[in-house]
């Protein structure tokens, strides 16, 4: 007589537990991810604390969050530059009258050095609102074309050094050409060519005075300003030239 199966019932678990189990397992693991994410370093908790207090937090670290080897660092991390002399320090207490003044005798003694040297001819000196201006013309410095200083250049670029050096202030040397194209293999465009003549002058102030390279800027500018119409060789001639601008305080400041 067969027996009569009643439902084969399986055993273990009911399905919905499985699901329930990896529910629950994500979920766990999401809180331990949430927890290892909470935990605060306290040193650097308790220095972005300071910052919103009184403390200078900057005198020994250089941004608020310590360093590794803070305990190391406290007494050696001074400022690196805190024994070099700012060349406006002194100036940017006088008030725009005194700075002015003080350009125009700067103005005057640069002439009086020009005319004593015997340069007055290869460098004119004069002031605009940048500061004070020196032209050095181009057949005085450089071939048609060229970038390489002529060996004649080198004396009264000395000079010019020498006066640099006397004057704190930052200096720009500008690299002007004519109208004329150009169209090389080593200046394909008269913004290379002023370009590589400014930084000609710079190299070799820098490299033959004592002069620190970080107060020199060096820019070309093509024959975007002219001082005179290209229209005549004088005025061509007047327009390929390289001008260094000792620069005024008070531009600086701006």
Do not use: C
């Amino acid at each position: 007589m067969e027996r009569k199966n009643r439902g084969n019932s399986e055993s273990g678990a009911p399905k919905w537990m499985v699901t329930y189990a990896d529910m629950m397992t994500l979920i766990l693991v999401f809180f331990i991810l949430l927890f290892s994410m909470s935990v605060v370093d306290a040193q650097r908790f308790e220095a972005i604390a300071d910052s919103f207090q009184d403390r200078a937090v900057f005198d020994n670290f250089p941004s608020v969050v310590p360093f590794e080897n803070p305990a190391e660092d406290r007494e050696v991390q001074d400022d690196p530059f805190s024994d070099q002399i700012d060349p406006f320090e002194e100036v940017e207490e006088m008030d725009p009258q005194q700075l002015d003044n003080q350009m125009d005798e700067v103005l005057e003694e640069v002439n009086e050095y020009l005319e004593e040297h015997e340069i007055a001819e290869e460098v004119t000196a004069s002031r605009d609102d940048r500061g004070v201006v020196l032209v050095l013309q181009e057949q005085a410095l450089f071939e048609t074309a060229s970038a390489d200083l002529l060996t004649d250049a080198q004396p009264f670029l000395d000079q010019v050094g020498e006066i640099i050096e006397q004057i704190p202030n930052q200096v720009e040397v500008e690299g002007h050409t004519d109208s004329r194209p150009i169209s090389t293999a080593q200046f394909p465009s008269n913004w290379e060519l002023s370009g590589a003549r400014a930084s000609s002058v710079v190299r070799y102030l820098t490299s033959t005075e004592d002069l620190d390279p970080q107060r020199f800027t060096a820019v070309g500018y093509g024959d975007t300003r002219p001082v005179a119409p290209n229209t005549t060789e004088d005025n061509l001639q007047q327009n390929r030239r390289v001008v260094i601008v000792i620069a005024d305080p008070v531009q600086n400041e701006g």
